[in-house]
């Protein structure tokens, strides 16, 4: 046993060694940098050495008090000291394979692939909420134009611009919906970015700390399989689920979304109700699918109604409602909450094996 920890000390210490070890970058024009260990390694080589020595000590102390169950005690754990390199490998393994993957597909990491299309998306986000804004405000000034005559004494109002009010409803919606959109995509970007900094630099050494002893190895294994399922799982599903969006037989991955007009304008002194333009047709016959946008947006030009410009706008809405959806609910909260998901069964399955039989199912839930 003394032989065993001893052999297994030196050959862990150069093992540190070789991970903590810098490569100096090479000279010359179109030199590259050889490739070195991850970052996370030579901490999680340093928390298996340190059970390792805390084990070695409990022996010794076992040993020179003659405590047999001490003895016992320590000899068993040493045996899990062994599986926590074998943890170590196969992570450190899995991690270049996953990278080498995405650099084949991507030319770049894992994480940075991730952050990279959660930024594009955020900022395909937040052109819809612009666009969406700025028709807005011009949607609410022209719904509140009124015309006000007085003939002898007597005054009345007429609010020919009403017909632009009912614009200002789905606006609204839209709102609510990608305001949604915008803060669960900056969370998973920040999840994203808190597992890539501290998952594998600080819960997963802590997890192989308290994996050493019999009585802290559930909550060992638990940090071990949180730190797995941040650093891999958790971006992972969302490249995932990207793929899946912006897949080349998706009817709705329009990008970007048609832009809303802004320079329409209501006459307050046009109080004509009816409607001779070919709009209405096309409005009864429900096929927006097949309307030009040109073709609509002729009647918001031209000095037709406020009834024919109202509609117009409305048409636009309709024909792209389809895409604004998908945008919001599917490219933002599907994704998201397909990727937690994803999360939390990584988290599960990594944590049963590392030792610690610990039910999530009230997160599974809750995600």
Not at 35 to 60: K, R
Not at 85 to 111: E, K, R
Not at 118 to 131: A, C, M, P, R, V
Not at 205 to 222: I, Q
Request: aromatic share 12%; hydrophobic share 45%.
């Amino acid at each position: 046993m003394k032989k065993l920890l001893l052999f297994l000390l030196l050959v862990i210490s150069f093992s540190f060694a070789d991970a903590t070890a810098t490569v100096q970058p090479p000279s010359g024009v179109g030199a590259t940098l050889a490739p070195t260990s991850p970052a996370w390694l030579p901490i999680a080589v340093l928390a298996g050495i340190t059970s390792v020595i805390l084990l070695a000590l409990l022996y010794m102390v076992a040993q020179g008090f003659d405590l047999q169950d001490l003895k016992f005690l320590a000899k068993e754990e040493f045996y899990q000291v062994i599986v926590t390199f074998f943890i170590i490998a196969i992570l450190q393994g899995t991690v270049m394979f996953v990278d080498s993957l995405s650099t084949n597909f991507y030319g770049q990491n894992m994480h940075q692939t991730t952050f990279d299309k959660l930024n594009g998306e955020i900022t395909f986000q937040e052109k819809i909420f612009d666009n969406l804004q700025v028709f807005s405000v011009q949607a609410g000034s022209e719904a509140s134009k009124s015309f006000f005559c007085s003939l002898q004494g007597t005054g009345y109002s007429i609010s020919s611009c009403s017909s632009f009010r009912p614009l200002l409803i789905p606006v609204s919606t839209a709102f609510q919906a990608i305001s949604l959109t915008i803060t669960e995509l900056s969370s998973m970007r920040t999840l994203v970015s808190f597992g890539q900094k501290y998952a594998f630099t600080l819960l997963l050494p802590a997890g192989l700390l308290l994996r050493t002893l019999k009585f802290t190895r559930g909550a060992g294994g638990l940090l071990i399989g949180f730190a797995v399922a941040l650093y891999i799982f958790l971006p992972l599903g969302y490249l995932f689920m990207d793929d899946l969006m912006l897949s080349s037989k998706n009817p709705y991955k329009t990008n970007p979304l048609p832009i809303l007009p802004s320079n329409f304008d209501c006459d307050p002194t046009n109080s004509a109700i009816s409607d001779s333009s070919t709009l209405g047709g096309w409005i009864q016959s429900g096929s927006f699918d097949s309307i030009n946008d040109a073709s609509v947006t002729q009647f918001i030009n031209l000095g037709t109604s406020n009834l024919v410009k109202s509609k117009s706008l409305y048409v636009l809405l309709s024909k792209d409602v389809e895409s604004y959806l998908y945008a919001f609910l599917i490219r933002g909260t599907l994704a998201t909450v397909i990727s937690v998901l994803i999360l939390i069964a990584g988290m599960r399955m990594v944590s049963k094996l590392a030792g610690a039989e610990v039910d999530v199912s009230i997160l599974s839930r809750i995600g």
